[in-house]
């Protein structure tokens, strides 16, 4: 949309982005991502103007991607072949949600996107030398900041017309009969368009009209298409079949949607989850009528301040977007139920 607004949690002086190692089904390895060693309060650059040249373009692999070292030598972003996803050095920020966690997540992590995928040579390009300085200066929200304009706490945001594109979300309605405790106790299948309200119109001319039941709702897979698609820019359609963008469901965005699948579906827990960086989507089975199938999905958010890998969405027991524990710790490592239910990852 295109719209500023200053990031909900203020900056803090700690940074711990890439400082620790993860451990996924009992292997540690360290980051695949680069390390990115500025980002303090006012970010890698201080208060100082973001230079315009001077960078040097650094190729890595696994996967195949472009790490971007300012003048002085510092890690300033990272750029993955086949991705329109940049993650970018700003100031560092913390996220929290003490109704459901005492989990603190503080990173110098900026996630936005490019105008198309990255390939190897689109340094020399006009566009990204002009785009690289702008992005870096940026402080309007990135995804990170737009995906905690719907959590606890998060103030409603309008438009001029009064249309309201950001507060607080819900998960959707209740289901008459169902326990609280239950994953079935609040019913999925609230779309972001459900949670705006209004009426939306896909490319391919499907049109969608909001239940007004679902008035402010939105479930797992609509979560990421409200904040990548709605907000960020990103193209959706409307279906789950093949097409532009960000499809339905979450099974739908982890095997169709396009960008970079970063780790494959094996019908088990993977083993290895170094090659997640901030921004990516995770995917989960976790076993609510569908066990054999990608039935979840979330924002991966990077390390906790105990080096837990943590993720963020929406779910029923939260009753909203959520990086909490209720009904499950929201990390990526140990014995917790989405742990064992980690399936794939996808980097947009």
């Not at 890698?44 to 001077?54: A, E, L, R």
């Not at 991705?83 to 503080?106: H, I, K, M, N, Q």
């Amino acid at each position: 949309m295109g719209i500023d607004r200053t990031p909900r949690r203020g900056p803090s002086r700690r940074q711990v982005l890439g400082a620790v190692g993860l451990a996924a089904a009992g292997a540690v390895g360290g980051y695949a991502w680069d390390r990115l060693l500025g980002g303090g309060p006012g970010g890698p650059f201080g208060d100082g103007p973001v230079p315009t040249s001077g960078y040097r373009f650094e190729r890595r692999h696994a996967p195949a991607r472009t790490v971007v070292h300012a003048p002085d030598g510092q890690v300033v972003a990272t750029l993955t072949d086949g991705a329109r996803t940049a993650l970018l050095v700003g100031p560092t920020r913390t996220w929290d949600e003490p109704r459901t966690t005492s989990a603190v997540v503080r990173s110098n992590a900026w996630v936005r996107l490019m105008p198309g995928a990255w390939r190897a040579g689109k340094e020399q390009s006009p566009w990204f030398r002009e785009w690289l300085p702008k992005a870096l200066a940026d402080r309007s929200p990135d995804a990170i900041g737009v995906a905690f304009e719907y959590g606890d706490g998060a103030h409603d945001h309008r438009t001029a017309s009064g249309l309201r594109y950001a507060g607080k979300a819900h998960f959707g309605p209740r289901v008459p009969g169902r326990s609280p405790t239950s994953f079935h106790y609040l019913d999925e299948q609230s779309d972001f368009y459900d949670y705006l309200g209004t009426p939306w119109t896909f490319p391919d001319g499907t049109r969608r009209y909001p239940q007004q039941a679902r008035y402010g709702d939105v479930d797992c897979s609509g979560f990421m298409r409200l904040v990548w698609g709605y907000r960020m820019g990103y193209p959706m359609h409307a279906s789950n079949a093949p097409g532009i963008g960000l499809p339905r469901r979450a099974y739908a965005i982890a095997t169709r949607a396009p960008g970079v699948l970063l780790i494959e579906d094996s019908g088990r827990r993977p083993t290895d989850i170094s090659p997640l960086q901030p921004g990516d989507l995770v995917f989960f089975s976790i076993d609510i009528g569908r066990p054999h199938g990608i039935d979840h999905c979330g924002m991966y958010l990077g390390p906790d301040e105990e080096g837990h890998p943590r993720f963020y969405s929406s779910r029923s027991r939260a009753n909203g977007p959520t990086m909490g524990d209720l009904a499950g710790r929201a990390t990526l490592d140990g014995d917790g139920f989405y742990a064992q239910g980690l399936r794939m990852a996808r980097r947009l």
